[in-house]
């Protein structure tokens, strides 16, 4: 069994900076494709980053602003966000899903984290 724990998020001023973690139990990363979401009010979950076999994945709304990496002896994965958008204010999600490639729809993934929110004031 899989437990993913997230920490990070908070309240930052537009053009700010955070840092979100996702820390695993288990054997994950070299198994299993890891994906980030973003759940606005009122709204589905939506995709947003990806790492998948050494690959990295983004949706183009946050190309060149959020970077995923990956932290093996820590079995911990990332989501680095800079230039936020209040427009990118939201509770994010850390996933794990069991395809490969681009695995961008949340059905596609089945361990998730708690959620960690993000509010990016204007």
């Known amino acids: 069994q899989v437990q993913l724990v997230q920490s990070g998020g908070g309240t930052v001023q537009a053009g700010g900076s955070l840092r979100l973690s996702c820390a695993a139990s288990?054997?994950?990363?070299?198994?299993?494709?890891m994906g980030w979401f973003r759940q606005a009010p009122g709204k589905e979950r939506e995709f947003k980053a990806a790492?998948?076999?050494?690959?990295?994945y983004y949706i183009d709304s946050v190309k060149g602003r959020f970077t995923i990496s990956r932290d093996s002896a820590e079995n911990t994965v990332y989501l680095q966000m800079n230039s936020l958008k209040p427009e990118d204010t939201g509770v994010y999600y850390c996933?794990?899903?069991?395809?490969?490639?681009?695995?961008?729809?949340?059905?596609?993934?089945?361990?998730w984290g708690q959620g960690a929110q993000v509010t990016v004031s204007s």
């Open positions: 288990g054997r994950l990363f070299n198994s299993y494709t």
């Open positions: 790492m998948s076999g050494g690959d990295t």
């Open positions: 996933a794990a899903s069991r395809l490969t490639g681009w695995a961008a729809r949340p059905t596609d993934y089945f361990y």
